[in-house]
């Protein structure tokens, strides 16, 4: 059975850092990818950053890159969060599964929520000073 946990989240300051984890089960098929999405009150949910559990590849959304940096040590994917702002407060949630793909391997849209199969149940992140 495949199921994620999150954890890591937590009040930090503006221009802080906090690192979240998703550890994800021994079932997780090694071709699935793991996403981190966020979702502010009153926002809809939005893709943050994926990585393939496959080959390593990486995807950020803008708002984040340079930012934020995914990785991967064996079944547990690491978020790093740097540079905070009050606009990255949101519940922070982990996902996996099979992501559509071109003929290369690389997805098509790593940061649609629809792409993914399985989800965690959230961590809480507030940055606020």
């Known amino acids: 059975q495949v199921h994620l946990v999150e954890s890591g989240g937590g009040l930090v300051q503006p221009g802080g850092s906090l690192r979240l984890s998703c550890a994800a089960s021994?079932?997780?098929?090694?071709?699935?990818?793991i996403g981190w999405f966020r979702q502010a009150p009153g926002k809809e949910r939005e893709g943050v950053s994926c990585?393939?559990?496959?080959?390593?590849n990486t995807y950020y959304a803008d708002s984040v890159k340079g930012r934020f940096t995914i990785s991967r040590v064996k079944n547990t994917v690491y978020l790093q969060m740097n540079s905070l702002k009050p606009e990255d407060t949101a519940v922070y949630y982990c996902?996996?599964?099979?992501?559509?793909?071109?003929?290369?391997?690389?997805?098509?849209?790593?940061?649609?929520?629809?792409?993914?199969?399985?989800w965690g149940q959230g961590t809480q992140v507030t940055v606020s000073s």
């Open positions: 996902a996996t599964g099979d992501l559509s793909t071109d003929y290369s391997g690389t997805y098509y849209y790593p940061l649609r929520s629809g792409e993914y199969d399985y």
């Open positions: 990585i393939s559990l496959s080959d390593g």
């Open positions: 021994k079932f997780t098929p090694d071709y699935y990818a």
